[in-house]
C-alpha cells in the first residue's frame, strides 16, 4: 500500500502519528505490526 500525506508546517507531528495510525487500522494493520517486518514509515 502507497498513501501519500501531506501535512503544513504548523500541524504536530502527533497529529500526524494519529492520521497514520488511523488509515493502518482502517488496513487491519497496527502501527507495532508493521515497525515489527521493517516497513519504512518516512
Known sequence: MALGLTAGASTPNN???ETIERVLRTRGLDL???????VAIR
Open 15 to 17: 497529529k500526524i502519528g
Open 32 to 38: 507495532a505490526e508493521v515497525e515489527a517486518v521493517g
